[in-house]
Nanobody, 123 residues
Framework: HVQLVESGGGSVQAGGSLRLSCAAS????????MGWFRQAPGKEREGVAA???????TYADSVKGRFTISVDNADNTLYLQMNSLKLEDTAMYYC??????????????????WGQGTQVTVS
């Protein structure tokens, strides 16, 4: 059983920065792909950023140039550095992971494990 636990969310003013973390615990295997999704009230869930074991990354157009995804493979911790935050970045952010993936993806059906989420509020 794998658990993904997010942290680092909070309230920030527009233009500010936050860094989200996701710690993976449980079974001692590594994930080929990990990522971040978000969902704002009344909106559909969307993929924000994802990273593959080999280092390939992909980002939603709305966050390119502002968000950076990274992973510490030694301890299975995923990060999302969010800079120049905008009001529209307000959402619940979820960490996701899958043991095996053929290519890095922002499709939600790619991912098997989901965290409980951490709230990001930009005002």
């Amino acid at each position: 059983h794998v658990q993904l636990v997010e942290s680092g969310g909070g309230s920030v003013q527009a233009g500010g920065s936050l860094r989200l973390s996701c710690a993976a615990s449980g079974r001692s295997y590594s994930h080929d792909c990990m990522g971040w999704f978000r969902q704002a009230p009344g909106k559909e869930r969307e993929g924000v950023a994802a990273i593959a074991r080999g280092g390939d990354t992909t980002y939603a157009d709305s966050v390119k140039g502002r968000f950076t995804i990274s992973v510490d493979n030694a301890d299975n911790t995923l990060y999302l550095q969010m800079n120049s935050l905008k009001l529209e970045d307000t959402a619940m952010y979820y960490c996701v992971a899958v043991r095996a993936c053929s290519t890095v993806s922002l499709r939600s059906d790619t991912y098997y494990f989901w965290g409980q989420g951490t709230q990001v509020t930009v005002s």
